[in-house]
Every structure is written in C-alpha cells, then in structure tokens.
C-alpha cells in the first residue's frame, strides 16, 4: 500500500499565486523601526499587512482560492466562517471577482466587523448571524455548503489559500537588502506559518523561523509538543485573529518541518505592545498584529546586532477594546490590582483609607460597594492603579494591619472576566 505524500507548498506555485492575487492585494511595504530597533539593539523590520485594503494578509489566501475555482464551482457561490480578516478577505474577494458568497458569523461578533464585511462585499454577500461561537458558525457554514453545493473556503487548512498566505514571504526577501536572521511569524490556524516557512527555508535557509501563539491558545505549541496535532480544550479569545483550538492538519504537518521555534506571549503583553505602537508610531495593531513585537523581550540577547522581521498580520482593532486593552496591559505590568477592601461601618472610614493607606501616587480607579446587613463592617471591590509595581507589597501590608485587607483578587479569572 503506498503511503500519502505529503503536501509541501512550492515556490513555482507560490510564484504563481503571487501573480494571481496582484489585483487584489497589496505589496505592503517592509518597514523598519526605529524604537524597537533602539530598544533591542537590533535592525528590527516589520512587514506591514496590516496596510492591505482590507487590513489584513488573508486577503491573499482567499483570493487565491476562489481564483483556484472553475467556473461551474463560482457559478455556485462560495461559503465561509469567520469572526474577522478572513470574513472581509472573502468578502472582498467575493466583490472582486462578482461571485456570490455567504458568510457565516457569531451572532456576538461586533458591530463594526459586521459591516466591514458588508461594505467589502456590497451586493455580492449575505451575511448571517447563526450560534455563539465560531465553532457554530463553521459548522453551520459547512451544512450549507454541502447542502447548496457551494464551495467551502477554509480560512487555513487549504493548500490554495497556504499558497496564498506564502506570498507575503516572497514579498519580505526581495524587500529586505540584507540577509534576514530571524523571522517571527504569528501562528493562529497556522496557514501564513505554513506558507513563509517553506519560502524562508527554500530561499533563505540560515533565517531563523520563531512561531508566536497567544499564551491563552497555544495550540500549535502544544500540537509540537505532543507530536501530533492536538485540540485543545479550551481557549482564550482575546487575541481573537490567532486563538484557535486546534491548528489546520495541512498546517501542522508543515510548520512541524519549517518552524525552529513556537512560542507563546502573554495577552497582557500583546496589549502593552498594541498600546506602545499607538502610541510611538501611530500604528494601529489588531491584537494578532502584535504578536510576533510582543515576542522580542524574551530574545533581546539573540537578536541583538542582528536583521530582524516581524509580520504585522492586521490592524482590525475595534476602538471599543481600548479600555480593555488598556486593563489587561496594566494588570500585566502589576500597575492595577483589585481588592475586597472591609471598611468598619463608622463615620470617616474611607477617609482613613484614602489618606492612611493608600500610597501619595496611588489611585482609586474602581470602587463598587454595597452594605446590605447589619454587621460591623461593609465589603467594596475596589480597583487601585499604581505608579510602581514595588509599592504593592506595601499597600498588602498596611491594608492588613489596619483591618482594611479582605481578599486579593488579581488571581481570581472568574472574577476579573467580570471587572474588565
């Protein structure tokens, strides 16, 4: 019995694709810059597809799919799932090439991306809102497609659309001047790892290839570990553009040869990231988008002296996330902490707190209290930002001696889901 060979993306197909999808997606410059390259020593490079028109890389991968499709399979209309980028991709694909695709979408998907898709798509899409979740909505899309005979385009686990996502590699080497050292490509299903991998590793193979997932959703980190491809059991969303609970089976197989290293970032440090691009460069990164920058604090020694290129994957970052954001940065950086406080039921109590307790820079940034028993004292969840992380251990030790200490709350998720 022979056995299956295995898919591995080439560069004559590659080349291909890029031709292919020249109408539709842009060559996004390659970009230095100067504060992390300051910061870590270094020539760090970013390779800006959150500048494509739809403000992500998977434009590519979707036009270069349906372009893969006959005429009789256009004729039918395409399908796809989709939280996000690769909903808009379709979309505007779909616009593009006047086919008629349905999206499917998460009934609790924002507003704003729901008519993003829209206006890529015009007339050409039908958006529907069906389950909670992108598993329900991908499993409602695949019911349609084999009932419709409409073609189903996965927003990873696709050869043509690998091939697609492949493109931003080649763009990255004949951009940069000089030889690239390290690579850092951010992995959700795993189609641009398994795209540029095997570019990188045909064309440039002394470049170090560095997977970043999200702390929250390592499932491509796990799957290496484990030697196969593995589904986790649950995941967080937050870094919503690469949290996946299981990467494509075609992607595994490939980043399993092409990637040196995958590591994971703490979302909290995503968000510190995003905040410090906005902030320094105006640039407005989807929590995606920061990965791969999130990542270089913990390789600031590798990567000193040496040519650096991170993919900026998206910029699709709803303006309603920045308090979010800006929480989960500061609860990272051990600047918020959040306490029950007990304050004594007597005249003055908070007073006392305020100017007794609490350092001169520190700050009451939440303060929910509700006294609904006769007992000597009331409990409050009371937020507190600090200038320093050190000063915690003060304020811990002065809440506790004057009585004020009830329950630290910073390692309580159930609870914070809730706060923030």
């Known amino acids: 019995m022979e056995t299956e060979e295995l898919y591995y993306p080439g ?4 080349n291909q694709a ?20 300051d910061q870590f020593n270094s020539n760090i490079l970013m390779k800006r597809e959150d500048l494509q028109l739809v403000r992500s890389y998977k434009i590519r991968g979707a036009f270069n799919k349906m372009s893969s499709l006959s005429k009789d399979e256009l004729d039918k209309g395409v399908v796809c799932a989709s939280a996000g980028n690769h909903a808009q991709g379709v979309a505007f694909s779909c616009n593009q090439m006047q086919v008629k695709g349905t999206i499917f979408m998460p009934a609790p998907t924002p507003k704003q991306k729901i008519e993003q898709v829209k206006m890529f798509g015009k007339s050409y899409i039908d958006v529907r809102l069906e389950g909670d979740s992108f598993d329900d909505a991908y499993h409602n899309a695949k019911t349609f497609s084999h009932d419709s005979g409409a073609s189903f385009i996965h927003p990873f686990n696709d050869q043509k659309v690998i091939e697609g996502q492949a493109t931003v590699g080649l763009e990255i080497l004949e951009q940069s001047t000089e030889p690239i050292d390290i690579l850092f490509i951010p992995v959700g299903g795993g189609g641009l790892a398994a795209g540029v991998g095997p570019v990188f590793k045909t064309l440039s193979p002394n470049t170090k290839i560095i997977g970043v997932e999200p702390e929250g959703a390592p499932a491509m980190y796990t799957s290496l570990k484990n030697g196969e491809n593995t589904t986790l059991d649950s995941i967080e969303k937050f870094v919503d553009g690469a949290a996946v609970k299981r990467v494509g089976d075609l992607n595994f197989e490939i980043c399993k040869e092409v990637l040196d290293d995958v ?6 440090k995503v968000c510190e990231t995003i905040l410090k691009l906005y902030n320094k460069d105006a640039i407005v990164a989807e929590p995606a988008g920061a990965l791969t920058l999130a990542a270089l604090d913990d390789f600031s020694e590798e990567i000193e002296g040496k040519n650096v290129v991170c993919i900026v994957s998206g910029g699709n970052n709803d303006i309603t996330r920045t308090e979010e954001i800006k929480e989960r940065a500061l609860l990272y950086k051990g600047l918020k902490h959040y306490f029950i406080v007990n304050f004594p039921q007597r005249a003055g109590a908070l007073k006392e707190f305020v100017t007794e307790i ?22 409050a969840v009371v937020g507190i930002e600090l200038k320093k992380s050190e000063d915690l251990e003060d304020l811990v030790k002065k809440m506790k001696m004057e009585n004020f200490f009830g329950e630290y709350l910073n390692h309580r998720n159930d609870l914070l889901q809730i706060l923030i």
Not at 11 to 14: A, L, V
Not at 18 to 37: D, M, Q, Y
Not at 263 to 268: L, N
């Open 18 to 37: 890029a031709s292919t999808i020249k109408e539709a997606a842009a060559l996004t410059p390659l970009l230095p810059n100067l504060h992390f390259s």
């Open 263 to 268: 590591v994971t970032v703490h979302e909290g």
């Open 11 to 14: 560069i004559e197909d590659i």
């Open 358 to 379: 609490l350092g001169p820079t520190d700050d009451i940034t939440h303060f929910e209290y509700t006294k609904k028993n006769s007992r000597e004292t009331g409990s």
